[in-house]
Nanobody, 118 residues
Framework: QVQLVESGGGSVQPGGSLRLSCAAS????????MHWYRQAPGKQRELVAA???????IYVESVKGRFTISRDNAKNTVALQMNSLKPEDTAVYYC????????????WGQGTQVTVSS
């Protein structure tokens, strides 16, 4: 079992920055791939960024060059640094941890709101 707690959301003007953090507890953090998803009102949840247990990263095209995902296995945390924020980045951001078999090992945080507005 893994418990995930996100923090760092808030309101920011376009062009601003926010740093989301996700603290994990309850299992061997280093074994898990970590992900940030987001869900905007009326839209499906989408994968924003992911980092594997070995440190490889992927990003959705719309955030490449603006967002950076990182992990600290010693502190059991994963972060999402978000720069040059746009109104279309407004969403609830969720932290996810999973490993194979995903049917057994797939955990979600409660979400944190990010609002980008002038």
């Amino acid at each position: 079992q893994v418990q995930l707690v996100e923090s760092g959301g808030g309101s920011v003007q376009p062009g601003g920055s926010l740093r989301l953090s996700c603290a994990a507890s309850g299992s061997i953090f280093s074994l898990y791939s970590m992900h940030w998803y987001r869900q905007a009102p009326g839209k499906q949840r989408e994968l924003v960024a992911a980092i594997t247990s070995s440190g490889s990263t992927i990003y959705v095209e719309s955030v490449k060059g603006r967002f950076t995902i990182s992990r600290d296995n010693a502190k059991n945390t994963v972060a999402l640094q978000m720069n040059s924020l746009k109104p279309e980045d407004t969403a609830v951001y969720y932290c996810n941890a999973n490993r194979v078999p995903r049917s057994l090992y797939d955990y979600w945080g409660q979400g944190t709101q990010v609002t980008v507005s002038s």
